[in-house]
């Protein structure tokens, strides 16, 4: 009886947290079109750092296929030369979500709005996002305390 307890605790605690965070997760302050204006405009009209051209079929299409909780995901906590929360520190996953799909539709995807369900499934890939970078650091730190122990 008690190893069926634990996982069904865990999983109405996992519940309850998830109906907690809705409202903070849903959290939104204008739409794709208005935060991309604000916020991606710079790098995502220019190109600059071989940031795609919104528009562009050709560059988003590769970035579309990843699917729109991948592509959001690693884009919220920062990829290639694109920094995380696009540069942009006070803005909201929500937000930030509703500017990457605002982008991706202009650029051929179908994409909508993300949802809570969308949101939760971004939110889960980029703590795997980050999970593998934190990794990769921890060995590169790993490394240079190796290189840096004095010989005997």
């Known amino acids: ?8 605790l865990a999983l109405s605690f996992l519940v309850a947290q998830a109906a907690h965070a809705q409202p903070a997760l849903l959290k939104v302050h204008g739409s794709g079109e208005q935060v991309y204006k604000k916020v991606c405009v710079a790098c995502h009209d220019t190109g600059i750092a071989h940031a795609p051209k919104v528009g562009d079929r050709e560059a988003w299409a590769p970035l579309i296929a990843e699917g729109q ?11 290639r030369a694109m920094p995380a929360r696009g540069g942009s520190a006070d803005l909201s996953l929500a937000d930030f979500s509703r500017a990457v799909a605002y982008m991706a539709r202009a650029s051929g995807a179908n994409w909508q709005d993300p949802d809570t369900k969308l949101l939760l499934q971004i939110v889960h890939e980029a703590d795997k996002r980050l999970v593998k970078t934190i990794n990769e650091q921890k060995a590169m730190q790993r490394e240079l305390h190796r290189i840096a122990k004095p010989s005997r």
Not at 1 to 8: C, F, Q, T, V
Not at 69 to 79: E, I, K, P, S
């Open 1 to 8: 009886m008690l190893p069926l307890i634990r996982p069904l």
């Open 69 to 79: 909780d991948v592509l959001t995901g690693h884009a919220w906590v920062g990829v």
